[in-house]
């Protein structure tokens, strides 16, 4: 059984950082590329990053470059999302996202939450 459990988020003031961790089991993990994607409320599910399973080329939403930093490690199976500079509107529910030919699967999401 695939699963995505995202974890690290929290409350934090403007200009703070945080790091994000998606611990991914039940897939061989070095095959698949692994996204960020990020929901505030009231608005649609925006991707943020992504990072490619075989060379490490990464993705940035124009929004995100120069602040976060997405990385893996495939011997813990583990996707990480380090933010910097963090801004209020970076509130949301962060979702790792793991597409695959058969079907997409998404973590539960962790709350990030910038105060002004």
């Known amino acids: 059984e695939v699963q995505l459990v995202e974890s690290g988020g929290g409350l934090v003031q403007a200009g703070g950082s945080l790091r994000l961790s998606c611990a991914a089991s039940?897939?061989?993990?070095?095959?698949?590329?692994i996204g960020w994607f990020r929901q505030a409320p009231g608005k649609e599910r925006d991707g943020v990053s992504c990072?490619?399973?075989?060379?490490?080329?990464?993705y940035y939403a124009d929004s995100v470059k120069g602040r976060f930093t997405i990385s893996r490690d495939n011997a813990k199976n583990t996707v990480y999302l380090q933010m910097n500079s963090l801004k209020p509107e970076d509130t949301a529910v962060y979702h790792c996202?793991?597409?695959?030919?058969?079907?997409?699967?998404w973590g539960q999401g962790t709350q990030v939450t910038v105060s002004a």
């Open positions: 990072i490619g399973s075989s060379d490490g080329s990464t």
């Open positions: 996202h793991l597409d695959t030919p058969r079907r997409e699967y």
């Open positions: 039940g897939f061989t993990f070095d095959d698949y590329d």
